[in-house]
């Protein structure tokens, strides 16, 4: 079959080389990709949200079937409307997407189906909020209600800085609509961890836990990011919290949202916050694949990814299973001098052949395109290199090894991924 990928990051690159595994998979187009998808798939440069331009690609060119990456084009409905023009899409209709697009539905149903999460409350208006604030006191969590790329959550350690994360949304209004309303709620501590499953509406079928870092910097220092490195399978995730994870929070989710008449199919990705004893409440869910954790949990699957995107679609996944390599995966994300905040592109990258002829090494292409036959940088987060290993120190030790060997000016990556899941090994 014809199969169209949305997306142009790491997490897209690995969904690319996954598909491409497939049997079924005759042609693959990636819209718009990176250099890292152009050498196995047929980049096509339609931009993420242009979403009739999509449909009408994959009208005029046949595609079977369309795999969504990114939330924005999900929240909008591009799977409504390929569905519309008859076209598969795996991915959650636009509905069912407002479980990420909107924190205060996500609050909604969390609350009302029992999912553990941290007490809040919403707000439409300032003067409201900072009297709740005021109320509450430090520290507290402010999240804008809508979309906002990752910067709409502020962990404010003082009265101060929640109240100018109210004024950043409601005053400047610098998330537009996304910050029509607030969710406040109060911080959580522990651990977190990152749970995806796959869902046709009624079954879901779980993927193994991975642990994102979003800190800039080693030891969890710095403003966030998309995500530095990630490794899977975490091992702060044990046989019983697995199963506490998936009843409690997955089935109640999918099985609530059923019941408010919303039918769930694709990738929920439940962001959990773990305590010291080991009782995980939900700080988000994601209507989507994770990135970085994509990188790291799709080079351990042993099966046929594009199958389970039709079962999800065809509401036949409960007589799927998927098969896991016995190894850990660990990914390092190689950044832009200056990422999360300003930085330049077009910085030639070196090394990458030495490194692709490496065993049990993979590595995602992120924000890099080619320019005069040469790989550049292209963004802020650049790359992915993964390392996998049945050891999971060896497959640390593998992808710091890699990452040494790649080189672009002003390159930096964090030193630390990996070094939390000790403790549980
Ligand atoms: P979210 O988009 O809701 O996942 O928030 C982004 C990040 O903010 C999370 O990955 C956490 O690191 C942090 N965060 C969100 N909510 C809370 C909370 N209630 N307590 C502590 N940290 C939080
Ligand atoms: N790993 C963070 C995200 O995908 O939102």
Redesign the pocket.
Known sequence: MKIALIGGGGREHALAYKICESDLCEKLYCLPGNAGTSKIAENVEIAVDDIERIVKFCKDNTVDLVVVGPEDPLAKGIVDMLEKEGIKAFGPKKDAAKIEAS?SFAKYIFKKYGIPT?EYETFDNYDDAVRYVKQKGAPI?I?ADGLAA?KG?T?AEKEEEAINALKTIFLDKKFGNAGSSVVI????TGE?ASFLVFSDGDSILPMIAAQDH?PVFDGDKGPNTGGMGVYAKAPIVDKQLEKEIIEKFMKRAIDGLKAEGIEYKGVLYA?L?IDENKQPKI??FNCRFGDPETQAILPLMDSDIVEIFLSCIDNTLASKSINWKDKYAVSVVAASGGYPGSYEKGKVIEGLDEVEKLDDIFVFHAGTKICDGKVVTNGGRVLNVVGLDKDFKKAQEKAYKAIKMIHFDDMHFRNDIGNKAYKYL
């Open positions: 924190k941290a969590v999240k990752g959550v962990v709620e109060e911080k959580l977190e979003k962001g916050m700080l988000e």
